[in-house]
């Protein structure tokens, strides 16, 4: 049962990144006309593996709960319990084309959650007494930020007004949160080893937030979209230059933030090939694709070693 005792809630982390993958899949059958094989068997991957760490999180809960309120109220870890609920909502969209109901009760629940943990994350931070400035990460981003996902799904399932107010949350917070970490990277002890992948983190909201922008504008092609999608594409530019660090980096479940930030900026160059057909974002959404799946299939399976071996489930 130890395995269940220290089963860490950042392996949540690992449901964005495979339901972003499945989106990223969705869409490619879309404009690239691949199998929908691919984007479908991803769907029953995610699916199921929401199950098995929703079910296995919840037995902790039931059995090892001094565990979960450790993690609920540390200034870091608290960041990734909004991994499952961004998941939901991701799920929810992935879904949504074979089964709508199913859809909207994931999304509801997703949303929701969201909302409750947005609230009482910023609640933590206005009245807090631990807080310090090497707790901010952009891990951060997940909880508040984290909300830029809702309007994507709330699109299709009628909510214009709901998707603008989650939109709108995760917009302005986005700005705040950036200068808050910038600010600590900056100026303050640069972030520890295990904590470096999240600097990817950094991609996820422009990006993310570009592709809600096209779904609750009707596909406008403005400014506010050219400067979300061109911002996220700085960003990766950044940290590729900064390769050589991350691939020095020993294997963390941290990793995983990896995978999300890319998967949405792999829909997001697809959409932007949508609008200009310019061969080079063409080009670009194909080595995108192919990376982020190459990418995730490496985590997956340098996940499925630590687990195995037990080093996944040791406390910190």
Known sequence: MSAIRYLPVATFATIMGSTGLTLAWQKAAEIFGVPLLVSELLLWFSAGLMLLLGGSYAIKFLRHSEEVYKEFYHPIKISFFPAYTIGLMLLATALHPYQSQIALILWSVGAAGQLVLTLFLMNQWIHHTKTQVNHTTPAWFIPIVGNIIAPIEAVSLGF??????????????????????????????????????????LVAPPAVGFIAYQRLSGGAYDTLAHILYYTALFLVLLLVTQIGRFVRLPFFISWWAYSFPLAAFTIASMIMYE??????????????????????????????????????????
């Open 160 to 201: 214009i007004d709901i998707g603008w107010f989650f939109f709108s949350i995760g917009l302005v917070y986005w700005i705040v949160l950036k200068v808050l970490v910038f600010n600590r990277v900056l100026y303050h002890e640069p972030l520890p080893q295990n904590l470096l992948p999240t600097l990817f983190i």
């Open 275 to 316: 609008h200009t057909q310019a061969l080079p974002m063409k080009l670009l959404s194909g080595v995108m694709l192919g990376l982020i799946s190459s990418l995730i299939a490496l985590l997956a399976w340098r996940t499925a070693r630590v687990a195995v071996s037990g080093v996944l489930f040791k406390p910190d």
